[in-house]
């Protein structure tokens, strides 16, 4: 490991710690099974107890009401007096308010431009309207959840009986979901439903063929699901609508059916061109973090989120509790003070929308998170914003909106997996990058998802679900550069079709999940 990003214990049979700033007072047990009562460190301290692994021992004495420091910040205070080789656990420490968005800096320390890195391509499927696909999928929109079982029954026939006549076109995808009727459908928090739908039907690797499967009496009607009148009775329509149907559940499905096989035809015919690294549009996100994801996965992820920027490429960031009490940090290096305003009005929103709630942001960690290591929502930020790499924040989108610009952007979305995901595949996200501690064999369907491990013990135990072991870094086999050249690499390899992650070699698919905060009726 590189020394800015924390100092180990060395040799690896040695009890050892990762303390990632020289002013942390805690520091984070590295030994798997982790360390029992009286291990001894090689600098002299000595644990009083055991301190399972990912979990923070105190590196000395702390006083009732000190602030305990990692990532050189606070991220609590001691609830009572804590002994050094202690185990600070959450239950000894205090959360700390969060950031004051009033008072956040506005691009104070914008980072200069790293050196441009030229020459790097993959294979892919150039769109029309100019965007890159990464696989070349059919999608189906829907409108309503009352057609999802129609279109679900219409594309496994679909992948039966066409798909194998058309072997240049990677899957067929439905784009069902829980929305369309029953919601006050013109309430402002519909927006981001509604734009989300319509952007996941733009998502590049559909290839810009479009398919909508209506009810034909819901509220989300066609035109306002895309944005615009469609033809429905052209020679090719583009929409159709089960309740039009004659003849039954059969006349149904064949209908999408004769609708799906002309897009497949077309995209059968398209072929992979070598395209520029700038044509990437990687959503990056963490999920079952511990307390090693902030020191090992998270900042070599953020290395390779550096070479894809200077590459030219987009890389999104997300999840806004994961971020709020990073606010200062982010916003201070923002681009321009617009943009530094765009990212704390996110904020604020959210910060808005869990009040109206009745949580905060500390309802973010879960068990799991508690279990590996991470005390509470501060310490879990400081570490996830690690994946946002070094360089100037170019842009912010809300949720469900598509990202335009190049760089490092900010799409705001919750924390939840499965509708952070969601939201990225709208902003247009062509590969996905996903983090985990404790595991989770979360997929994609419209997008391959790469899969990296912060500690070698889950790598070793989901060796047919993890794709990249990032746990080398903490027990210095390999730094967290060589790890983020080894993610960039291979986020060309798969975007271009030469490697499959594991979630696409098992088919593992997590549904699509909205983002509604409107009423529903």
Known sequence: MSKEHGQIDKPAALPRYIRVDPRDNVAVVVNQGGLPVGSRFPCGLVLIEAVPQAHKVA??????????LR??????FAKRPIAGGSWVHEGLVAQPQAPALAECPLATATPRPLPALDGFTFE??????????TRNILGISTTVQCTAPTVDYAVRRIKAELLPRYPHVDDVVAITHNYGCGVAIDAPGAAVPIRTLHNLSLNPNFGG??????LGCEKLQPAKLLDGPLNVLTE???VAVLQDAQQGFGEMVAHIMTLAEARLKRLNERRRVSCPASDLVVGLQCGGSDALSGVTANPAVGFAADLLVRAGATVMFSEVTEVRDAAHLISARAATPEVARDFLREMAWYDEYLRKGGADRGANPTPGNKLGGLANIVEKAMGSVAKAGSTALMGVVGPGERITQKGLVFAATPASDFICGTLQLAAGMNMHVFTTGRGTPYGLAMAPVIKIAS????????????????GRIATAETTVEEVGWEIFRMILDVAGGRKRTWAEHWGLHNDLALFNPGPVT
Do not use: F, K, M, Q
């Not at 990532?71 to 609590?76: E, K, P, Q, R, W």
């Not at 892919?124 to 696909?133: A, K, L």
């Not at 500690?455 to 990032?470: C, K, P, Q, Y």
């Open 124 to 133: 892919g499927y150039r769109n029309p309207d100019g965007s890159v696909g």
């Open 236 to 238: 090719e329509p583009s």
């Open 59 to 68: 590196l000395a004495d702390l006083a009732e009401g000190e602030s305990i």
């Open 455 to 470: 500690n070698s013990g889950l790598a070793e135990r989901w060796r047919d679900l993890i794709d990249i072991d990032a």
């Open 71 to 76: 990532y050189g910040t606070v991220i609590g």
């Open 209 to 214: 063929e479009l398919l909508v499967v209506s």
